[in-house]
């Protein structure tokens, strides 16, 4: 029997490309709703309710809203949205960084998706806190290279309007407040004892996105280098599907330049170890609207149903 799937706010971009991902597939049936009444929360209440799963596709505030419909205990959850990342009871969906993580996301109710900055992010910093290769409270910081999609249908139509202004055409600072909304996961997910130093770009191009964290390597345990960082990383995600750490020295093959749209249109997420033992980055490319948003949804969904955990994504 096929899998009843609600999505709430179905005409954003991650929810348009996670419909998308369910083309051809015989194991999902879809739960429309009429144009005409997407805002109407009787309506979206009652798909809810007649869903197996729902992912909620929605600005924060709503996304709470929503959860509220819930009447009864079959109904699962995969929220894309900042709502629910740092709340109790709530399985955070990325199943690569442990096995406990892998496990709430198969047996749980309530899967956050991570923000598409913190993937990156947690990628790099989660598994070198837990060994203590990084000290907890190390004062880290980030910098993340997004496309514009990354911004949703207001910031897309802002790059793509003929009429745009001159300033569009260069990469942009932003969140110069150091109040990032993907702060709070990339802190708790990770372990650190502080919010990062947080620096994201965003560039004239539609998808894609490189996120690094530079480290001093006096700081990190005695005696790693940039091999024995790359061979921890190598082994920590050896096996997984979606995260491929890539071979020591690799930046040559790109002639050492790192594009933000070179995994745009791929699901997984790739690993770069560079720099000296004085100063070491890490980096994580990858796609802002695919490990960074509804391919990772569709991944969760996968998890939970117990299929093939790449059905009907592109790796």
Known sequence: MATKIFIDGSEGTTGLRIHERFSGRDDIELLPIDPEKRKD?????????QSDITFLCLPDAAAKEAVGLVANDK??????????????????????????????IMEGKRIAVPG??????????????REKILPADYPISAFSLTGYSGGGK?????????????????????????????????????????????????ADYYSGMVVSVPLYGDFLKEGTTPEKLHGFLADFYEGQKFIKVMPFGSEDALKGMMAGNGCSGWDGLKIFVTGNEERMLLTAQFDNLGKGASGAAIQCLNIMLGCEEDKGLNL
């Open 116 to 129: 598409c900055h913190a993937t990156g992010f947690i990628s790099l910093v989660y598994p070198i806190v």
């Open 75 to 104: 109904v699962k959850i995969i929220d894309t949205s900042t709502a629910h990342r740092t709340q109790e009871g709530w399985a955070y969906g990325f199943p690569e960084i442990s096995g406990a993580h892998r496990k709430n």
């Open 41 to 49: 929360i009787e309506e979206r209440k009652r798909l809810m309710n």
């Open 154 to 202: 207001k910031m897309i139509g802002e790059y793509e309007d003929k009429e745009r202004t001159v300033e569009y055409d260069a990469p942009r600072e932003y969140a110069l407040s150091q109040k990032h909304k993907h702060l709070k996961e990339m802190k708790k997910v990770t372990g650190l004892l502080r919010e990062p130093l947080f620096s994201p770009i965003v």
